[in-house]
């Protein structure tokens, strides 16, 4: 059983940057970690995930709507990923939720495993 502890949400102003972490304990394998929201009122969608590619190592993958502002890494020595977040705007508002699965072609939301969230807050 995978557990993921988020940390590092708050509240920034529009432009501002916040750097999100994620504590695994448990086996992940290579796999699938990534990061995932949801807006009040809102689905739960995706906002980034590092992928392991064999023998070329780790990608990142971003979903459209974040791509050029956040950046993605793992450090598997802590067994931690990070989600540097730059130049926040208000619709980023929402909790953020650590996601790992063991499977590597995971898509969208569909991940096994997901931390209890931690909020972050960009005000215009």
């Known amino acids: 059983q995978v557990q993921l502890v988020e940390s590092g949400g708050g509240l920034v102003q529009a432009g501002g940057s916040l750097r999100l972490s994620c504590a695994a304990s448990?086996?992940?394998?290579?796999?699938?970690m990534g990061w995932c929201r949801q807006a009040p009122g809102k689905e739960r969608e995706f906002v980034a995930a590092?992928?392991?590619?064999?023998?070329?190592?780790?990608?990142?993958d971003y979903a459209e709507y974040v791509k050029g502002r956040f950046t993605i890494s793992r450090d598997n020595a802590k067994n931690t990923m990070y989600l540097q977040m730059d130049s926040l705007k208000p619709e980023d508002t929402a909790l953020y939720y650590c996601?790992?699965?063991?499977?590597?072609?995971?898509?969208?939301?569909?991940?096994?495993?997901w931390g209890q969230g931690t909020q972050v807050t960009v005000s215009s």
């Open positions: 996601v790992a699965d063991s499977r590597l072609g995971v898509t969208g939301t569909d991940f096994g495993s």
């Open positions: 448990g086996r992940i394998g290579p796999g699938t």
């Open positions: 590092i992928r392991w590619s064999g023998g070329k190592g780790y990608y990142a």
